[in-house]
């Protein structure tokens, strides 16, 4: 088993907390205190963003911390790096990269995996890449020698067909986007999304992550309910941005949030 079922095979809590922000923003030395932060005040799972040119799933909040990123020196050695600092400060906690697929590709997609798993990531999260493609089948076949997880999105237009053939190459959890768009801080969700999650849940027999818009206490708790885990990723990422470079503000402010949010949980 990966890390990740693991997890949620032994998991006390009704649900689980799942931060993301983006490497890199505003440099990576920031990145680790940041991701320090969040890890010691109630992530479970912590998804930690590649910085991408063209990040098409992310809203504007993630899409300008991508742009202050690649201001920076990008190179996979300092990704790399800077992910094995986080993961060695709380390595009982499993860490799941958000990428896009062109720079898993550009590495290679073998030497990709292998750092990554050195650095202590358990799983990846590709928005542009299908299920049902060559790519995709390959990828699945690679993380599961190396016992990590391919975490595919369903988004509410996800077919049921598709979604029983999503099946096969799907591991961890699913991300369950909550809502039509891309990523970003919303008011309402959808009235029958506890009903989509427990048919997922259902069919997929995989525990079933909701994000997408969720940013309050209020809406974690609402959510936390029926959802085995709640991903917050654009909240998160405002206030790195509203920080600018003042780290220690930052670090203070992310884990003042982290704490609301996990104690607002069933």
Partial sequence: MSKIKDYFASKKSKSVFVPFFT????????SVRY???????????LELGIPFSD???????????????LKNTFSFD??????????????EIPLVYLTYFNPVYHCGIATFLDRASESGITGLV???????????????RELAKRNMDLIHLITPATTKKRISQLKKTSSGF??????????GERREFS???EDRIKSLKEVLQLPICAGFGISTPEQASQIAHYADGIII????????????DNVDACVKALGEYARSIRASFP
Wanted: charged share 25%.
């Fill in 23 to 30: 490497l890199g923003d505003p440099n990576y030395e920031a």
């Fill in 78 to 91: 300092q990704i790399f790096d800077v992910t094995k600092q986080i993961h060695l400060h709380r390595p």
């Fill in 191 to 193: 009235v029958d999304l």
């Fill in 126 to 140: 590709i928005p542009d890449l299908p299920f049902d493609t060559e790519e995709s089948e390959n990828l699945f």
């Fill in 233 to 244: 990723g654009s909240a998160i990422q405002r206030i790195i941005e509203e920080n600018g």
């Fill in 55 to 69: 990040p098409v799933a992310d809203g504007p909040v993630i899409q300008r911390a991508d742009a202050r990123a």
């Fill in 174 to 183: 699913i991300y369950y986007v909550t809502s039509f768009g891309v990523t």
């Fill in 35 to 45: 991701g320090k932060a969040i890890l010691d005040n109630g992530a479970d799972i």
